[in-house]
């Protein structure tokens, strides 16, 4: 989810400002040996993939922002839904969208970089080789505001996403009254359409029975006085 996106951005700035937080600038560069130049060099690569990390996450967030529709409509993505509650349409819920891609999060549109070799970096140390002339010059040039930028903007991301999901959910909890609401409401027209359309089986059984038990006492009756005429016109 984005939540967890967002998440994963604030610990790599974590991460980044924690070891940003761990360098000892020396005094005099000249005099580092190679052991220490070599570990200023892996401070700075790791500060490399820490921002490609951050960048990747903030490809992730877009890419799930534009992956979030439904049938054509995606509030994520800055879409409005509309949802009607009975059928003459005077009855609706309006839900507002909101792009939530990384720059509608709050990040920065460029790539993030968690050091520089220009000027404006903070923690800036120049490495002419140190004491080994064989080692390679090191030029590292900590961007601490942009790691601190990172981690406000994740914060306010956090912020945003926690908003929007309690918005979300309020829509959500309306939607579901109405739905049993209607739902009951089905029901009860159902039951009462029931109860003007459909037969008692047993009741009509038994009307069916009385009638055909009537039918046949009538045509007993008949039949015994055709025969008592019968009888009386024989007399004569």
Request: glycine share 8%.
């Given at each position: 989810?984005?939540?967890?996106?967002?998440?994963?951005?604030?610990?790599?700035?974590?991460?980044?400002?924690?070891?940003v937080?761990s360098?000892?600038p020396?005094?005099?560069?000249?005099?580092l040996?190679?052991?220490?130049?070599?570990?200023?060099q892996?401070?700075?690569?790791?500060?490399?993939?820490?921002?490609?990390?951050?960048?990747?996450?903030?490809?992730?967030?877009?890419?799930?922002?534009?992956?979030?529709g439904?049938?054509?409509t995606?509030?994520?993505?800055?879409a409005n839904l509309?949802?009607?509650?009975?059928e003459?349409?005077t009855?609706?819920?309006?839900?507002?969208g909101?792009?939530?891609?990384?720059?509608?999060?709050?990040?920065?549109?460029a790539?993030?970089?968690f050091?520089?070799?220009?000027?404006?970096?903070?923690?800036v140390?120049?490495?002419p080789?140190?004491?080994?002339?064989?080692?390679?010059?090191?030029n590292?040039?900590?961007?601490?505001?942009?790691?601190?930028t990172?981690?406000?903007?994740?914060?306010?991301?956090l912020n945003?996403?926690?908003?929007?999901?309690?918005?979300?959910?309020?829509?959500?909890?309306?939607?579901?009254?109405?739905?049993?609401?209607?739902?009951?409401?089905?029901?009860?027209?159902?039951?009462?359409?029931?109860?003007?359309?459909?037969?008692d089986?047993?009741?009509?059984?038994?009307k069916?029975?009385s009638?055909?038990?009537?039918?046949?006492?009538?045509?007993t009756?008949?039949?015994?006085?055709?025969?008592?005429?019968?009888?009386?016109?024989?007399?004569?």
């Open positions: 989810s984005l939540t967890k996106l967002v998440e994963q951005a604030q610990s790599i700035a974590q991460t980044a400002r924690d070891i937080g360098i000892q020396p005094a005099d560069a000249t005099d040996t190679a052991e220490e130049v070599s570990a200023l892996a401070t700075k690569e790791e500060l490399d993939t820490l921002a490609d990390d951050f960048n990747q996450i903030m490809e992730q967030i877009d890419q799930l922002a534009r992956d979030s439904y049938r054509g995606n509030l994520l993505n800055g509309t949802i009607q509650f009975n003459s349409d009855s609706q819920l309006e839900i507002e909101i792009t939530f891609d990384s720059v509608g999060l709050g990040f920065a549109a790539d993030v970089v050091f520089s070799t220009t000027g404006g970096a903070e923690a140390i120049d490495v080789g140190g004491t080994d002339p064989s080692t390679t010059d090191v590292l040039g900590v961007s601490l505001g942009n790691i601190e990172a981690l406000d903007e994740a914060k306010s991301a945003s996403l926690r908003s929007q999901a309690r918005t979300f959910g309020g829509n959500m909890a309306t939607i579901q009254v109405r739905e049993e609401f209607t739902k009951g409401l089905i029901n009860t027209l159902k039951e009462g359409a029931d109860k003007l359309t459909l037969a089986i047993n009741e009509e059984g038994a069916l029975l009638l055909q038990t009537a039918q046949q006492l009538g045509i009756s008949l039949a015994l006085a055709s025969q008592a005429q019968q009888s009386v016109l024989r007399l004569f």
